[in-house]
């Protein structure tokens, strides 16, 4: 099977230009002005942009938490990522304390297997390190699970101590790997939960109201100065506010990376969402929505270079799930829908209000993952060799996000009504075309686990 996509604007982190596309099997085989190549299909995208196949890197598949599942499972998540023009996602596996790390891949290759749409790769959560879990890391290495998350929140259930955390971000160092961390100070936080339960608030703005923006910037730089200390490459998720963002810029003074991910929700929505009563519950994910100030420091951090990905850390949860909080914000599952709007809001927000460049929304959405993670130049460019992940964009198109049309098993959306320039009109998979104008052209199945390579911390 060869396809030739003809005169689309081919947009990369680095260029911008005009040419046609070669595919051959599953791959980018030439690259070229008025290619002369006879293909099986030709697709003219004169008018649109080419750029490479979205990469999420936080993602929560069929994930058990809080009490339940999130909501989409790797059919419908993978499903909806392709619809949204994102070609692979890394999803996170849990470890269960008391239980062995080859146990918690075992359950999630179980999960996975056979039932993507997409490419997917796993992050392994370390929730419990001890002798045994030490030995582990390198095995996980070997299976091309290269990146291993922690909590610093979630006590109990997820959270791991410093002690921990610097035992793991040693041995994660020697086996070459990364060590990534939801960064919030977890005992500050449930110390605030019970202070406002026991003063009988119990609504969801005080899930916003007991993660002040200093439990973030607090973690956020003490595990920034435990990555300095332990030499190891490290990436905080989902960051969200000015505080936590400064944490780091004071560990790049001296001259120390500390990769930083934040999502698409935290760019674009804010906590004035938590005053109406428990429709608010819609956004309860932690870290919560901040203010407009940290959309602003958020969005300069991105052209700063001080972030290098925006993901969506997709945990859905349907409405039924949400009012198993109705009398206890402490008792909402975490977590909110964004898989399938992440590129089409980038770049409608970003890239047509002017915040952002064109290849800088590359970079954020697609590269800049494939390279911390081991991954590139497989995934996250266009070139000779490169899977055939390609998003033909149309940049004019407008349309409205809506829970009617959108194709994540959630029954509400945190974007309903939004209108949004840009849409992903065709997607291709490695060489198939997985999305054609709103239309499935493939089968659950064909999604494949990505092994990632060893890592160094540099990009
Ligand atoms: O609210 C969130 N973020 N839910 C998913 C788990 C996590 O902390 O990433
Ligand atoms: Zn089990
Ligand atoms: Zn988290
Ligand atoms: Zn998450």
Redesign the pocket.
Known sequence: MSILIKNGRIVTAAEDYIADIYIEGEQIVAIGQNLSLKADQEIDATGKLVFPGGIDP?V?LDMP?MGTYSSDDYSTGTLAALHGGTTSVIDFILQTQGKSLRHALEEWQGRSKGNAYGDYSFHMAVTDFNENTKLEIREMVEEGITSFKT?MA?KGALMIDDGQMVDLMQEVKRQGGMVTV?ATNGDMIDKLIAKHKSEGKLSPLYHYLSQPEVTEAEASGRFSDMAHYTNVPAYI??MTCEGALNAVRRATMRNQQVFVETCIQYLILDASLYENDFEGAKWV??PPLRQPKDQEALWAGLNQGLIQVVGT?H?PFKWEQKLMGKDDFSKIP??HPAIEHRIELLYSEGVNKGKITLNKFVEVSSTNAAKLFGMYPKKGCIAIGSDADLVIFDPNKQHQLSVNTHHMNVDYSGYEGWEVTGKCETVLLRGQIAIDKGETKINKGYGQFVKRNKVNGII
Do not use: R
């Open positions: 936080h929560h938490f909590f979630y939801h998720v989902h994910m932690s850390d945990c975490n977590g």
